[in-house]
């Protein structure tokens, strides 16, 4: 079984990863050509619209390529998560038929009039196609991100004792459950900087070539400027973020900062090497070296420079004095409520409608704690804690840097030296790859750290799964790498060829 459980985390891992190569490109980028669009309609420029062709083009190629990653994910919930899609399909199925009934539809409908639509309709019909296809594509992140912050947060719902699976209570609530805007926020503010550093980077090389200059200038700055206003942004959807994760994902925050036993006034590792030798419970040193901003865990968490910011330790075994329950005493009550669900069920095929009741009520008193009655040991409530840090460490570090490279980028653009300065186009191009990482360490940390839940607190990962062999999910997983390879490859391939061509290029 456990088997089973890595091979589909790993296959599930492997897709979504592929995948969100192509999404934040998707995202960025239609909002980058729509604005270049609108002042090639304002002005009546037609090297504006050289631009936005140019960039349309681009942008085609990944929404095209990146289709495929997108629509083989939500099938996987169906053969690899069966057992997942059973229990909370009746949640977690409604933002994802609406995500392909409205936001799909909508943008691949208006994407052919973007494309193809140039000499055949009007400048403001075409325009506002282009920003369709742009709310389209933002849409479709808005009802997967919906669904995805329900996994981190589940709202709205109730568990039917009869079918053994939870439902939908209040639609709304999933929709404005607070880590999904969040999340959502911060996601598409990361679609859009991915976009910018594309724009800026290829820029950079046309610039270092000392090919198409005009054009080349012209999208720097649009880009720039786009990609500075949102790195700003980032950041506060990043603090909120972080905030939420501090109130409803505490085990995932202490991960993240690499905090085994907390405390007040609690300070933030700007950057440190974990031992890796320390375990749960020891007395060894959490760091071989690091350095800590003094109380900024405490307030960025909290908003409050006393509050008490719970560790590892305390989160496992539990703190009486700061009212933090132990794992070993929710697993205790998961096991309660398993059992009650269990005589529950007994009683009500023996038609014993007293017992039925009697086990219902002890069910409705632990059912909460229910997930944690599958977990074998109270340190199984941790995730990962190395990849976690890590990986949120690096994302922070990375989202700094864009921020500043925007900034300077656009200074020695409008004062017209951008392109004298090869040191910092080179660095622009080069941090392109910067951005994919940022982004798939972001999904790193947003995932890695909620384990051991498919749904926090309530339903572990080795539950959701579906009855398969082993064999069945590696032959799938090794179809998979080398499908998603071959299309990452025929990107590159297909963009590079495109960029060489220039501006001018068919």
């Known amino acids: 079984m456990e088997h089973i459980v890595d091979l ?24 980058i050509i729509a604005i270049m669009e609108t ?3 304002k002005t009546g420029n037609k090297e504006w619209k050289k631009l936005t062709r140019f960039w349309m083009t681009l942008f085609g190629i990944n929404f095209a390529i990146g289709l495929a990653t997108g629509i083989i994910m939500e099938f996987e919930f169906g053969t690899n998560w069966s057992n997942y899609s059973w229990i909370v399909g009746d949640i977690f199925g409604a933002p994802l038929a609406i995500e392909g009934l409205m936001a799909f539809f909508l943008e691949s409908t208006f994407f052919a009039i973007m494309f193809f639509g140039w000499d055949k309709v009007s400048k403001k019909t075409h325009l506002l196609s282009t920003w369709l296809v742009a709310i389209g594509s933002n849409l479709s992140a808005l009802w997967i991100l919906v669904a995805n912050g329900w996994m981190q947060h589940p709202v709205g719902m109730k568990f039917n004792v009869d079918r053994a699976r939870f439902e939908m209570e209040n639609f709304f609530n999933v929709l404005f459950n607070p880590i999904a805007v969040s999340k959502f926020l911060h996601t598409i503010s990361s679609g859009y900087v991915m976009g910018s550093l594309f724009v800026v980077g290829i820029s950079s090389w046309y610039l270092l070539k000392k090919k198409d200059i005009l054009f080349a200038k012209r999208s720097i700055i649009v880009a720039s400027s786009f990609g500075l206003l949102v790195s700003i942004f980032l950041i506060f959807t990043g603090d909120q973020s ?20 907390g405390d007040r006034r609690e300070g933030i590792v700007a950057i440190g090497q974990l031992n890796p030798e320390k375990k749960i419970g020891d007395n060894k040193n959490t760091f071989l070296w690091d350095i800590k901003i003094p109380y900024a865990l405490s307030f960025l968490g909290f908003r409050n420079i006393n509050a008490f910011v719970p560790g590892i330790d305390n989160l496992v075994y539990g703190d009486k004095k700061m009212g933090i329950e132990s794992a070993q005493n929710k697993i205790k009550k998961g096991k309660i409520a398993i059992k009650s669900l269990l005589q529950y069920k007994n009683a009500k095929q023996a038609n014993d409608e007293l017992q039925a009741k009697s086990a219902l009520k002890t069910f409705r008193k632990y059912q909460n704690y229910m997930g944690y009655g599958y977990l074998k040991s109270p340190k199984d409530i941790i995730p990962p804690v190395a990849i976690t840090f890590y990986s949120f460490h690096i994302m922070v570090g990375l989202g700094t840097w864009f921020l500043i490279l925007f900034l300077f980028v656009l200074y020695f653009s409008m004062v017209g030296k ?10 622009a191009l080069f941090s392109i790859p910067l951005g994919y990482l940022a982004g798939e360490v972001g999904w790193i940390v947003a995932e890695v750290g909620r384990q051991p839940w498919a749904i926090q607190g309530m339903l572990p990962t080795s539950l959701a799964t579906s009855h398969l062999s082993d064999n069945s999910v590696i032959i799938t997983l090794a179809l998979f790498t080398i499908l998603f390879t071959a299309l990452l490859i025929a990107e590159i391939k297909i963009m590079l060829t495109q960029i060489k061509l220039g501006v001018e290029g068919e």
């Open 242 to 261: 972080a905030h939420l994760v501090a109130l409803r994902q505490p085990t995932k925050l202490a991960a993240m900062e690499g905090l085994y036993n």
């Open 39 to 41: 002042i090639y309609v």
């Open 8 to 31: 589909s985390r790993a296959q599930f891992a492997l897709t979504a990863l592929y995948h969100w190569l192509f999404v934040p490109l998707t995202l960025g980028l239609s909002f």
């Open 418 to 427: 951008i392109q004298t300065k090869r040191l910092l186009l080179k660095l």
